[in-house]
């Protein structure tokens, strides 16, 4: 029997042999104490791919984004964010429980924040107003199937929010999809932007871990929150050297999760009962419709999945999303759409 072809996440994969290898060997210290070289060299080599003056090795993309939002705000600030991203619909409402946030989204097409949404939503002075504390963007988009937010756009949006004096976080989990994918540097991506956190543990395949990277006084207050959060985290070089392994070694492949990717939204497209814009798909994710809606979505979850192919649960929009990854190569894609053409709804034979 062959083993399951798992589509869910990019969260899935597994440490290389070459990544455990270097997790062995790692030097540790103590990093509450600042004496683990290994953070160290992760925090230094992330601060540079970013084009920022420090960072901060995290335990989640969760945590990065909380950790920037308390950071950057005070209890009662508003944080304006998209209405599909996943700070607003995945973060358990942490900026609300534990920042005494309130989220203000505003429409996105394509991960692009609309810039006369946002101008209208920053706060002015008033009584009656809450202080308008930050803009947040996710780049790539996880729900607008892994969208690239270009240098342009993020230009745009941080010159708006700068000249209202709000700082503007990203949420680059994915961030180094969209750099492999432009041709252009993470550096280039932020286009100005305070702060950033990206995940070790999605496409660059690391087991745990995240890195927020912002001003040197930025990360400082970023460290005592942290600590607050309880991730002041001892001999985690163990785990940062997984960190470093991926930022020297694992990002050029990404280009193959997208063309996996755009091979998958192919094949996709030509499955009748299927639907998806190729077009669209700008790098490792793939969201597409099933005719019939959720309950035919759902049926059709459940029987790829009988037969070897496992996919994230229908969205509220009863749309199905699929992601490529380390542990996907195209065999693996031409074989999962094998699947998903026999168990479409519009199948000859079911
Ligand atoms: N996304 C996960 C799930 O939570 C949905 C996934 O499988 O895609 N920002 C973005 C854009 C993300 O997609 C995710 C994880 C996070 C932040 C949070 O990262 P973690 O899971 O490390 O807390």
Excluded: W
């Excluded at 609309?114 to 002075?125: F, K, N, V």
């Excluded at 496409?203 to 002041?232: E, Q, T």
């Excluded at 392994?245 to 009962?273: C, F, K, Q, S, V």
Aim: glycine share 12%; net charge negative; with cysteine.
């Amino acid at each position: 029997m062959t083993s399951a072809i798992d589509l869910r996440s990019d969260t899935v994969t597994l440490p290389s042999p070459e990544m455990r290898d270097a997790m062995y060997q790692a030097e540790l210290g103590d990093d509450v104490f600042g004496e683990d070289p290994t953070v160290t060299a992760l925090q230094e080599l992330a601060a540079q791919r970013t084009g920022q003056e420090a960072a901060l090795f995290v335990t989640s993309g969760t945590q990065g984004n909380l950790v920037a939002a308390l950071t950057h705000t005070r209890r009662g600030d508003e944080v304006i964010c998209g209405d599909q991203c996943h700070v607003l619909l995945y973060e358990v409402a942490g900026c609300s429980a534990l920042g005494g946030l309130q989220l203000r989204p505003v429409p996105s097409h394509r991960g692009e924040l609309d810039l006369a949404a946002i101008r209208a939503t920053i706060r002015g002075e008033n009584v009656h107003y809450p202080r308008t504390g930050l803009v947040t963007i996710e780049n790539t988009h996880n729900r607008h199937s892994g969208a690239i937010v270009d240098v342009d756009s993020m230009r745009a949006l941080v010159s708006l929010s700068h000249g209202a004096g709000v700082p503007v976080h990203v949420d680059g989990a994915r961030i180094f999809n969209a750099a492999v994918a432009r041709g252009v540097s993470v550096a280039a991506l932020m286009a100005g932007a305070d702060s950033i956190t990206f995940c070790l543990s999605k496409g660059l395949g690391c087991p745990v871990g995240s890195v927020l990277c912002g001003s040197r006084d930025f990360i400082a207050l970023a460290r005592k929150y942290r600590k607050m959060l309880g991730a002041g985290m001892r001999q985690v070089g163990v785990l940062a050297a997984a960190g470093l392994y991926a930022l020297n070694h694992m990002i050029d492949r990404l280009a193959e999760d997208h063309e996996n990717a755009r091979r998958l939204a192919l094949g996709i497209a030509g499955i009748p009962g299927l639907f998806v814009d190729p077009e669209a798909i700008d790098t490792n994710i793939v969201i597409f419709g099933v005719q019939g809606g959720t309950p035919a979505a759902e049926r059709f979850r459940a029987d790829v999945a009988n037969a070897g192919v496992k996919t994230g649960p229908p969205g509220a929009d009863g749309r199905i999303r699929v992601v490529t990854h380390y542990g996907i190569d195209s065999g693996h894609t031409d074989r999962a759409l094998a699947v998903f053409a026999r168990c479409a709804p519009l199948a000859p034979v079911r």
